[in-house]
């Protein structure tokens, strides 16, 4: 794997938390978006694993959104979804795989789960 960041002392401060989830990632400069599986999250950020986007850069600004699904039946409405804000601090490749690191800008806001359903 290559490591994308400047050779930096650990800065990390809070606990990593493994979480099973989708994280949606979309650059602010308007260049699409694409998913990642979640690895795991901790109050100041989250670590992603995917297809490596060409337009995931060092610094970039983004728009998270993280959805957590029921892992016993995908057909309810996700039982947490949060969105924010944060920015690409780190990014390791390996081929057309990568995990990144994202640093959050502010607080998470969730998103009502009667928003995302659909009655009949």
Sequence with gaps: ???HR????ERRRDRR???AA?????PRAGAGFFQAELVDVSAGGLRAHGALPTSLTLGTAVDVEITVQD?????????????GQGEVVRIDTDGDEF???LRFTGA?????????????
């Excluded at 892992?71 to 969105?83: F, I, T």
């Excluded at 998470?108 to 009949?120: D, I, V």
């Design 1 to 3: 794997m290559v490591d």
């Design 6 to 9: 400047p050779h930096a002392q």
């Design 17 to 19: 938390i493994p979480v």
């Design 22 to 26: 989708r994280v949606r990632i979309e």
């Design 71 to 83: 892992a016993n039946d995908a057909r309810h409405p996700p039982l947490v979804n949060l969105r």
């Design 99 to 101: 995990d990144t690191a």
């Design 108 to 120: 998470l806001a969730l998103r009502e789960p009667f928003s995302q359903m659909l009655l009949f």
